[in-house]
């Protein structure tokens, strides 16, 4: 057979309605054209995020009927111990309310002020967690990943070459640690191959630097591997997890989007007993004692059972099958795309799109709003827009790429609604030339695009 079915079932529905274009314009003018203004009632198809977004299964909600809501010790605590450490290989797990409450606790402790933490791409909480500790997010993904049209099977890539010259030329006394982020979601969701990693571990090992990595992504990663590594072909999906995670000295972690639940966030320690005992300590003010971690009880024994339903290969080649779906239908009608498509998202690249709009005047956000007025979907930038000021400048940054993301929600949508999603982005192409950019008119110093008022040009 070549039809290959989704792995479930639905069992629960929940309805979504589309409002006429011109409560869609008021709305849009409204949220002062920053798609996070609006209301989710007021979206028809919603691909803001991954985050969070997904549909439990009945095993999880059953979980969360038994979860043991005590304070310390709590019985869904060391089930979900008990499961981390079987899935990935680590001694020390510590839950969080999500990934930044991790990037918090974890970079609080390893940052000294000036210390550079390098990555291929760290998310933006990521960056603004290491700027919030006085230190400076380095990227160095390789080249191919900006250049959209061409097609790499590990576009997540860290330039091990560039990492080992910055660590000769800084020192490494001026790094923090290495963290590499699995997919790498600033660049497409687009993954990191095994040797990668292992190649950054022996740097690491080199200049005796800490290795973690970024995982909310893992499993996709370790799908792409198999799909795509030579030498992965036979080995499982939770094979290949386990040797990713055997590199990293430790990792953090967002649960809301491999971890399949709705809340939720991890630490892992590898073995290192000195750091596991401090960040238990941190954890006590700024996230919960450590076996709850800011969550509740029932959250953990979901969040138990997501990991184990996450690395099921019928389900990762279903969720791939559907993200490559929506990709293939927008290169047909000649939309411009991140290629090949990542795990979790489209990209559009919508420096590409609408090249008559400069960066300083957003293309992604742009193309948001276009999105949302043509068909009541929400993307979101990724782009200039969100990678804000220079924290010491205060000058503009430019993104190498202006994107539009299209992140899909795991187990939400079917494919009806991406051939919708499609054909709307090809409607917007067929007129793209009377496109026009947008101007931010009130922003916040962090993390500005959440907050941001824009204007159209
Ligand atoms: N790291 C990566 C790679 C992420 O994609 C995210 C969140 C985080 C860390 C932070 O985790 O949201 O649980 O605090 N990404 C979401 C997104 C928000 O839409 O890509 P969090």
Not at 368 to 377: M, N, P
Request: aromatic share 8%; glycine share 10%; with cysteine.
């Amino acid at each position: 057979m070549k039809a290959k079915p989704e792995p479930y079932k639905i069992k629960m529905v929940e309805p979504i309605r589309l409002i006429p274009r011109s409560q869609r314009e008021a709305r849009l003018q409204s949220a002062h054209y920053n798609i996070f203004n609006l209301k989710s009632d007021d979206v028809f198809i919603d691909l803001l995020t991954d985050s969070g977004t997904g549909a439990m299964s009945d095993s999880q909600w059953a979980g969360i009927m038994l979860g043991d809501e005590s304070y310390a010790g709590s019985r869904s605590f060391y089930r979900l111990e008990q499961t981390c450490r079987e899935i990935f290989g680590h001694e020390y797990i510590v839950p969080v309310h999500q990934g930044r409450g991790a990037e918090n606790v974890l970079f609080s402790l390893l940052i000294e002020p000036g210390q550079a933490v390098i990555g291929n791409y760290h998310f933006d909480t990521t960056q603004a967690h290491i700027e919030l500790k006085k230190g400076l997010g380095v990227n160095l993904v390789v080249e191919e990943a900006f250049d959209t049209a061409r097609e790499h099977d590990f576009k997540g890539n860290i330039d091990t070459g560039r990492l080992a010259d910055m660590i000769q030329r800084e020192g490494a006394g001026r790094i923090a640690f290495i963290l590499l982020t699995v997919t790498c979601n600033s660049v497409g969701g687009q993954p990191v191959a095994l040797e990668n990693i292992r190649q950054t571990r022996r740097l690491a090992d080199r200049y005796g630097l800490r290795l973690f990595l970024d995982a909310a992504r893992f499993a996709e990663n370790a799908w792409f591997i198999k799909l795509r590594e030579e030498g992965y072909a036979a080995k499982s999906v939770t094979e290949i997890v386990r040797e990713m995670f055997a590199c990293a000295d430790g990792f953090v972690m967002s649960a809301k989007k491999d971890g399949l639940v709705n809340i939720g966030g991890l630490i892992g320690i590898k073995s290192d007993r000195d750091l596991y005992n401090r960040v238990r300590a941190r954890m006590v003010p700024l996230e919960g004692f450590p076996t709850y971690g800011g969550l509740a009880g029932r959250d953990l024994e979901a969040l138990a059972r997501g990991l184990r339903e996450v690395v099921d290969e019928s389900y990762l080649e279903a969720r791939t099958t559907q993200v490559a779906f929506l990709a293939g239908k927008l290169a047909e009608l000649g939309v411009p795309i991140q290629q090949p498509a990542g795990g979790h998202a489209v990209f559009v690249d919508a420096g590409k799109f609408l090249p008559q709009i400069p960066p300083h005047q957003f293309p992604g956000q742009a193309l948001a709003c276009q999105l949302y007025l043509e068909a009541g979907i929400r993307g979101v930038e990724v782009g200039s827009f969100m990678l804000g000021r220079d924290p010491i400048t205060g000058q503009q940054r430019f993104s190498p790429l202006e994107f539009l993301r299209l992140a899909i929600p795991r187990r939400v949508y079917t494919d009806n609604h991406m051939a919708y999603v499609a054909e709307a982005l090809g409607n917007i192409y067929r007129r793209r030339d009377s496109v026009r950019g947008v101007r931010i008119v009130e922003e916040e110093a962090v993390l500005r695009h959440f907050t941001a008022r824009l204007e159209m040009v």
